[in-house]
């Protein structure tokens, strides 16, 4: 089991920066992946970022050079750095890790609202 806790999102105006934290309860090194979602009321929730065990990061487009995403290993946290923020930035944005072996396991976290808007 791999428990899951966002934080870091609030209200901010657009143009601003955000840095959301995932804290795993045990160490990123054996995730295979690590990712952020994000979610609007009645769509599907879309990746945002997703990096693999050997450290290449994927960006969805909407995001790319606004976004970085990063981790630091002494404090099982994984991060997004989310600058120049849009209010079509809106959104539940969740941490995902995955835990690959005879079977796949995807865990998951609570979400944290981040709210673009003047």
């Known amino acids: 089991q791999v428990q899951l806790v966002e934080s870091g999102g609030g209200l901010v105006q657009p143009g601003g920066s955000l840095r959301l934290s995932c804290a795993a309860s045990?160490?990123?090194?054996?995730?295979?992946?690590m990712g952020w979602y994000r979610q609007v009321p009645g769509k599907q929730r879309e990746l945002v970022a997703v990096?693999?065990?050997?450290?290449?990061?994927n960006y969805a487009n909407s995001v790319k050079g606004r976004f970085t995403m990063s981790s630091d290993n002494a404090k099982n946290t994984v991060y997004l750095e989310m600058n120049s923020l849009k209010p079509e930035d809106t959104a539940v944005y969740y941490c995902?890790?995955?835990?690959?072996?005879?079977?796949?396991?995807?865990?998951w976290g609570q979400g944290t609202q981040v709210t673009v808007s003047s």
């Open positions: 995902k890790v995955t835990i690959s072996g005879l079977r796949s396991y995807d865990y």
């Open positions: 045990r160490s990123i090194a054996s995730f295979n992946t």
């Open positions: 990096r693999t065990r050997g450290g290449n990061t």
